[in-house]
């Protein structure tokens, strides 16, 4: 069975950055397509970044593009997203999920992790 596990959540000041790490330790990581979502509260999840399995493709929310980045280290079984100049409306839980192909769909991934929270203050 395929486990993620998020981190590198928090509070953080409008400007400010984070760095999201989400590993796998149980699956053959380098195979998938990996994603990074958010739901904010009283919405409904939406797509933040997602990577291909080499890295060689990355796709991007509107609302992040230019601010966030996703990469990822194969040989680490983690992807990461570095968040940069963070809005109070980029406030959410983040998830990262896996997929077979780079799709912008919720539907289209499969597993899940438990996600991690950041906070944005004004």
């Known amino acids: 069975q395929v486990q993620l596990v998020e981190s590198g959540g928090g509070l953080v000041q409008t400007g400010g950055s984070l760095r999201l790490s989400c590993a796998c330790s149980t699956c053959t990581f380098s195979t998938y397509v990996m994603g990074w979502f958010r739901r904010a509260p009283g919405k409904e999840r939406q797509l933040v970044a997602s990577?291909?399995?080499?890295?060689?493709?990355?796709a991007y929310g509107d609302s992040v593009k230019g601010r966030f980045t996703i990469s990822r280290d194969n040989a680490k079984n983690t992807v990461y997203l570095q968040m940069n100049n963070l809005k109070p409306e980029d406030t959410a839980v983040y998830y990262c999920?896996?997929?077979?192909?780079?799709?912008?769909?919720?539907?289209?991934?499969?597993?899940w992790g438990p996600g991690t929270e950041v906070t944005v203050s004004s």
């Open positions: 999920a896996t997929a077979l192909g780079l799709v912008r769909d919720e539907s289209g991934y499969h597993n």
């Open positions: 990577i291909s399995w080499n890295g060689g493709r990355t």
